[in-house]
């Protein structure tokens, strides 16, 4: 029986391709937002005729320097507005839609899906199974005017989730704990297939951070395997039915098996997002900033559990909040999450990566420690270089928020 990798191929290709095997593919969404979307655009001014192969296929979104902080940034986002105006593309989000990976997911990725975009966080898709990639604006471009693209075949490599998560332990220290196990850049070449043995036990908002962490890992793609938990967020979140094919599990290059219960909230601690510890072994450390937010943790059930916390008092750190999209905060705020966070005394906005990059909203000085949700924690990534980023969880942060330092989280959500 085919890997879920094969699968996917065989239904674009009409045949099952082999690890390594270079095939040309037809991408069900292709996405650029506005950091990369000049490129792209540039790209395809550069041969000759500024065309798209599929409107309906297009997603772009303003996120990464929204709205914009600097004048250069207000200038490309006229030019890639000019474009999408000109193009007539229906599916663009100014400022304020959300992140792109964010929307891509909540919108519009579909499990069997092949999506592609022009940002290495593209992987987030696969939390509903679809086999999603991040690419050059080259790359992209050439997608949308041709309609298709290049693709090696990565080999498959299986993930058995077991078990429950335990109280104050999330999708984000899965994600840690497999880069501690097999290192940055450790998937390279590999599709990752995870199986999980209780769905509802993984739900999938902690499915979408472990699938937009696979990109530290270097995977050319995770994927959840489809299960009861895909099928019920389709159906809520978008009202669309999707019945899961019964396919036996195919034969896999290697597996390895995660024991959810015994984890623990883990830290990636400066400047390398492998280097991995527990919580309680950088108890202590002061802290400057905590940003809250990112496509990797600015989902709904990451603002409750910071709720949960930061409802005790108020913050002893900075901490910024950003909801992933502009749907997340409306929910977010209707339930209240956002009342408690201003209250606690968070700066909240939504729908910008902001701080992830350094670029706005948050930007790290000299010497300042910052305990961030997001995916990266290299030397000057929020930053000034002399900054120091640990990667948590949000009960973590919102922790460390409230008590000016990192601390384990469990107690707060006693």
Known sequence: MPTWTEYIFQKKLGHTPSPGDVVEVVPDLVGFHDLTGYHVLEVLESM????????????????????PPTQRAAEIMVYIRKHVKALELPHFYDVGGGILHQIILEKYAMPEYVIFAADSHTNTAGAVGAFAHGMGATDIAAALKLGKTWVVIPAPFRVDMKGEFPPG???KDVALYLLKQFGAEGFNGYSVEVFVEIPKAFPMDDRATVANMSTEMGADALMFIPDVVTV???QRERG?????????????????????????????????VDNVKAVREVEGVEVDQVFIGSCTNGRLSDFEIAARILRRGRVKSRCIAIPASYTIFRKALELGYIDILTKAGCVVTYGTCGPCLGGHFGVAGPGEVVVST????????????????????PATAAAAALEGKIVDPRPYLL
């Open 48 to 67: 000759g005729k500024v065309e798209v192969f599929d409107k309906e296929r297009v997603v772009v979104a303003f996120d990464h320097l929204s709205p």
């Open 169 to 171: 332990v999330m999708g």
């Open 232 to 234: 019920d967020y389709l």
């Open 240 to 272: 669309v039915s999707y019945k899961p094919p019964d396919l036996q599990p195919g034969r896999y290059v290697d597996k390895y098996v995660v024991e959810l219960s015994k984890l623990e909230p883990l830290v990636a601690a400066p400047y390398s």
């Open 374 to 393: 997001s995916n990266r924690n290299f030397k000057g990534r929020m930053g000034h270089p002399d900054s120091k980023v640990y990667l948590a969880n």
